[in-house]
């Protein structure tokens, strides 16, 4: 028994050094801003795993009004969120991602951070693929105003 599960998420970026994106940080000029970590792309996976196994949400499991939330390394977060849906009998299949940032250009970066979500993950890296693209110059993404992330991951049923 195969289901899928879909994320999204969306973080403002502000003054500050370093992008986190997929669990490592990228150097940039600008910072994503958030009450955690403000990872991007983990959030979504995150939100992918916990719909897939219909386990609730990242905001349900980790409330931003929780201060023990504060700054939290998103890499814990998806742990947690994997547990969960571990502990319900599921196991990852694959994962397709999209991240889109008007900059910094990430596809030089997908090697590191295919890697990294592999290794928080407990999957192969062929299980993780990740596509990167710019906000054409419009909207917020474009405007670098804003990252946004998507993910949809394939879990099955443990035997
Ligand atoms: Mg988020």
Do not use: Y
Request: proline content about 4%; aromatic content about 2%.
């Amino acid at each position: 028994m195969f289901r899928i599960g879909l994320g999204h998420d969306t973080h403002r970026l502000g003054p500050g050094t370093g992008l986190v994106i997929g669990g490592i940080t990228i150097p940039h000029d600008r910072a994503a801003i958030g009450h955690s970590d403000a990872d991007v792309l983990l959030h979504a996976i995150t939100d992918a795993l916990l719909g897939a196994a219909a386990l609730g949400d990242i905001g349900e499991m980790f409330p931003d009004t929780d201060p023990a939330n504060r700054g939290r390394d998103s890499a814990d977060m998806l742990r947690r969120a994997l547990e969960r849906v571990s502990a319900a009998g599921w196991r990852i299949v694959n994962l397709d991602c999209v991240i889109s940032a008007q900059r910094p250009r990430i596809l030089s970066h997908r090697p590191a951070i295919r890697r990294r979500i592999a290794e928080i993950l407990g999957v192969g890296e062929d299980a993780v693929w990740l596509k990167a693209k710019t906000g054409e110059g419009v909207g917020p993404v474009g405007e670098e105003l804003a990252v946004a992330a998507e993910c949809v991951v394939l879990v099955e049923r443990r035997a």
